[in-house]
């Protein structure tokens, strides 16, 4: 790929366009504000591949700011089955809509047809969910918002979301009854240092289905004198397992698989 400027750029880099062999480019109009964490950071703005066709992207404005194109985050997109809303003054196909937080959350995505807007996906949060040690039960710091449930306003279904104490991610449970959920475990490390892992997987397909568990082994003892497992083995819930070894440069050197 080359960058350079196209017709219309100015050529002190505000333009940014990158341009592929085929002929398609992208254009670089959205810079991170001074307040956003990715400040002076460049987003493609708008897509066109080798045919013509493009697809133009908007950003919501940074904190503090109202230009749009100001921050990371997708406010608008903008293709061929656009429509046309009257009080932005402009066409667009999807719009981003986000909470009011110091660092927002997506909290929904609407779809804009034949002149009329639709919800296509809300998000739901926990919010001042109290931020817990797995290693120390009770003690807190601070609170943070959790994503809860993810809803879809035209089918009229949910996903949910639920945690741990600790606040690692317990279960999540699918509109037609199915379940995927996480036990953790302790890994000790070189330094003495503890992370965690997960220990069991678990899934069920439907609300009749009886759980099936996935279980995760590593050497413990071998990696408290490490910084990675060496060896990492999933056993299927048909007792069948896979195992995995890696050397000291952390590369796969070898798998082994043992059927029940």
């Not at 703005?45 to 997708?74: C, F, H, K, W």
């Not at 959790?146 to 089918?155: G, K, M, R, T, Y």
Request: with cysteine; proline share 4%; net charge negative.
């Amino acid at each position: 790929m080359i960058a350079e400027p196209i017709a219309g750029c100015a050529h002190d880099g505000s333009c940014r366009p990158l341009w592929s062999n085929d002929g398609s480019f992208r254009e670089f109009l959205c810079e991170a504000g001074l307040l956003e964490e990715d400040a002076g950071t460049y987003y493609p703005t708008l897509i066109q591949d080798s045919n013509g066709n493009q697809v133009v992207i908007r950003y919501a404005p940074a904190r503090q700011m109202a230009e749009l194109n100001t921050s990371a985050r997708v406010f608008e997109v903008e293709d061929v089955r656009a429509g046309f809303e009257v009080a932005a003054g402009r066409y667009w196909t999807y719009r981003f809509g986000y909470s009011a937080e110091t660092i927002p959350h997506l909290q929904s995505i609407t779809l804009l047809q034949a002149g009329v807007q639709k919800q296509l996906l809300g998000f739901g949060f926990s919010t001042g969910v109290a931020l817990q040690s797995p290693w120390s039960p009770g003690a807190t710091d601070g609170t943070s918002n959790f994503l809860s449930a993810v809803a879809s306003s035209q089918e009229g279904t949910a996903t949910y979301l639920d945690y741990f104490q600790s606040n690692e991610l317990r279960r999540v449970f699918f509109p037609l009854g199915g379940e995927i959920g996480w036990d953790y475990s302790d890994s000790r490390w070189l330094g003495d240092r503890y992370l965690r892992d997960v220990q069991y997987r678990y899934l069920k397909f439907s609300p009749t289905d009886t759980q099936k568990t996935w279980a995760f082994w590593h050497h413990d003892a071998g990696d408290a004198l490490r910084s990675f497992h060496a060896v990492t083995a999933l056993t299927d819930p048909d007792g069948s397992d896979k195992v995995w070894y890696l050397n000291a440069a952390r590369r796969a050197t070898s798998d082994q698989e043992r059927y029940a």
